[in-house]
């Protein structure tokens, strides 16, 4: 996963695969399934990176590995309960920080405050406020890294992956992944409206994550979790989200540029962007304006609403996607 060799190599290009296929023969992906549902925060965060690494493209051999690892030793309640555990920590700070931060004395104020007490400030996603790098929220902490491996079990439509991120009927205890992925947009709704003023990348970064996540868990179609979705609050708070992150002049690349070169042209061009492993571009790189994250974001949004229209199969009828 250096960089040489994501420049040269792309994600889901035939080295890589070929790389990550050869390693899971090795049997890393069940070792570092093994480690995910390590106590140490340290090490649980390293075996995150590793299977991030194997299973990018996404890589369908590693996604059956890491399912059938659950039937050789893995303890599925124990790494399903690791994920949920982490997402609701995540839930638990933000609600927190949210609340402490209505005594601030503005908006803007309120907003920094907030990130900072979850240890992930302005465009950073290392630990500036004490705490450790993983237990941050920014790229390299443990939430979003959690969030990054699940999509990526999930994509390509990987049907046995989707069955398992509402319940799991073979373990002695059940954990609904797909509800703590909406409780965590949820929680970061008004705060990443409250944050329309500022230049926090990281938040939108976490919350286009989120929304990707839960778009892998529904695809295909998958109609169970889609209608499970569907019968909770999402729809509204994705209106909420869509009429509150709306574009601002001030804060657009093009005007900065235009102001700082005297109105004699901008140096932006969008290939200037920080490409990522990702599916796009680096939200938190530097060169992207705050209007930039709101149009990935609101991309990611329309996505997530596209794939629950996949389950409508007669176009006289798009009412069958709210029955």
């Known amino acids: 996963q250096s960089s040489p060799l994501k420049k040269m190599h792309g994600a889901g290009s035939r080295t890589v695969e070929w790389l990550q296929t050869k390693f899971d023969s090795l049997g890393c992906t069940t070792m570092a399934m093994r480690l995910s549902c390590h106590s140490n925060k340290k090490v649980h965060a390293e075996a995150l990176r590793l299977l991030l690494a194997l299973v990018q493209g996404p890589n369908t051999t590693v996604q059956k590995s890491a399912l059938a690892s659950f039937s050789v030793g893995v303890k599925?309640?124990?790494?399903?309960?690791?994920?949920?555990?982490?997402?609701?920590?995540?839930?638990?700070?933000?609600?927190?920080?949210?609340?402490?931060?209505?005594?601030?004395?503005?908006?803007?104020?309120?907003?920094?405050?907030?990130?900072?007490?979850?240890?992930?400030?302005?465009?950073?996603?290392t630990a500036e406020s004490g705490n450790e790098e993983e237990e941050t929220l920014g790229a390299r902490g443990r939430v979003m890294m959690t969030l990054r491996l699940l999509e990526l079990l999930c994509k390509k439509q990987s049907v046995a992956w989707q069955d398992v991120m509402m319940r799991q009927t073979s373990s002695t205890a059940s954990y609904d992944l797909l509800r703590h992925c909406l409780d965590l947009l949820e929680t970061l709704q008004p705060m990443l409206q409250s944050t329309q003023w500022s230049r926090n990348k990281a938040m939108f970064s976490l919350a286009m994550q989120t929304v990707n996540t839960i778009t892998a868990m529904i695809e295909g179609p998958h109609e169970g979790n889609q209608k499970a979705l569907l019968s909770t609050t999402f729809l509204s708070t994705v209106n909420r989200l869509i009429s509150g992150v709306v574009y601002v002049a001030e804060q657009s690349l093009v005007s900065q540029n235009l102001k700082h070169n005297g109105g004699k042209g901008a140096a932006f061009e969008p290939s200037d962007h920080d490409m990522s492993g990702h599916d796009g571009p680096d939200p938190t790189g530097c060169k992207a304006s705050m209007n930039d994250l709101r149009c990935w974001f609101r991309r990611a949004v329309l996505r997530c609403i596209c794939s629950l229209l996949e389950v409508v199969k007669d176009r006289q009828e798009p009412m069958q996607v709210v029955k």
């Open 76 to 125: 599925a309640d124990l790494w399903f309960g690791t994920c949920s555990e982490v997402l609701r920590a995540a839930i638990g700070k933000l609600h927190k920080a949210h609340k402490q931060s209505k005594a601030s004395k503005s908006a803007r104020d309120r907003a920094e405050d907030a990130w900072q007490e979850v240890g992930c400030q302005s465009g950073l996603d």
